[in-house]
């Protein structure tokens, strides 16, 4: 047989067929559906409140503007809540990786006491919510309604998160536990120095989906905050979106319309220093998110 017979094809150099054209077109349409309106969004908030009104499906700006981003952060709210939502990042993160991390753990070990009924009460809030007005009066005794706190608490525990992780645990050899408590090292060691090296890809995503929660976080916030100072991000967001649209639909003339600020602009420039953080954030634990959601959904 000759040599040329037993090369193997290059990766890339084999012919696209028909089907592969097809689904790159309908992936392409997809992902222009998704950036144009994204692209859209951006350019609004560079552009002037009159070119905005000449073309509202704005592409690229013919006059570039700061002024939207300058009324944004003008009175400082927006900063206000970056600064709260950072707190919660920082209390709340590594409080929920706690909690979901050592009861998943707990929940995987095959002699953990009581482990099927602990496992139906978590199961069982996935099925059935007592609803905010418990939650609330819980908080409400626990005096820590109007501190964020509630809104910490309130989101510090998701049991989907600890579903995916238990299953995740539950693929790592049982051997290596074995091992460290020979050694004489306990639960906690084990947990911290053996089998959270060894879950990097589910630590990522459980991570990014707390994060995520967190950041968006708004419904909770609503609820047991009052004081404008102590609002996250995304109510600051709420309130500015919704103080621009009422201005411009009580403006009385044109003229008052254009006086009052660049609300449309206001809006997208909002959105857009909003979501450009998280942005930024998923890519960096993007290359285990895949492994840790397909090893943790599926119980070996």
């Not at 069982?124 to 009066?137: A, D």
Request: some cysteine; glycine content about 4%.
């Amino acid at each position: 047989m000759s040599k040329k017979a037993n090369k193997k094809p290059r990766i890339g150099t084999e012919k696209m067929t028909l089907l592969d054209y097809f689904i790159f077109a309908v992936l392409l349409v997809l992902a222009l559906m998704i950036l144009i309106p994204f692209w859209n969004v951006i350019m609004i908030s560079f552009a002037t409140q009159k070119e905005y009104a000449d073309n509202p499906f704005l592409m690229f700006p013919k006059e570039w503007t700061l002024d939207s981003y300058k009324a944004l952060f003008a009175d400082g709210t927006i900063l206000t809540g970056y600064k709260n939502t950072i707190i919660l990042l920082v209390i709340g993160l590594p409080l929920s990786l706690f909690l979901t991390t050592s009861m998943a753990y707990g929940l995987s070990r095959n002699k953990f006491p009581f482990k099927k009924f602990l496992f139906f009460l978590v199961l069982f809030t996935m099925i059935f919510n007592g609803g905010i007005v418990p939650l609330y009066l819980i908080m409400k005794s626990l005096h820590l309604t109007g501190t964020l706190w509630s809104v910490i608490l309130a989101g510090s525990f998701s049991a989907f998160n600890m579903i995916l992780m238990m299953n995740y645990f539950y693929t790592l050899p049982e051997s290596l536990m074995e091992s460290a408590r020979l050694d004489g090292a306990g639960e906690w060691r084990i947990l911290f120095s053996v089998v959270l090296p060894l879950a990097t890809p589910i630590m990522a995503t459980i991570t990014l989906f707390y994060g995520v929660a967190y950041w968006n976080s708004w419904y909770d916030a609503m609820i047991f905050l009052r004081k404008a100072d102590q609002l996250p991000l995304q109510n600051v967001l709420r309130n500015i979106i919704v103080t621009s649209t009422t201005n411009a639909s009580n403006a009385s003339s044109v003229d008052a319309a254009q006086a009052s600020n660049f609300s449309m602009g206001m809006k997208m420039a909002a959105v857009f220093v909003t979501m450009v953080p998280i942005m930024c954030f998923f890519p960096m634990l993007q290359k285990h998110f895949a492994k840790g959601v397909l090893t943790g959904a599926i119980k070996t």
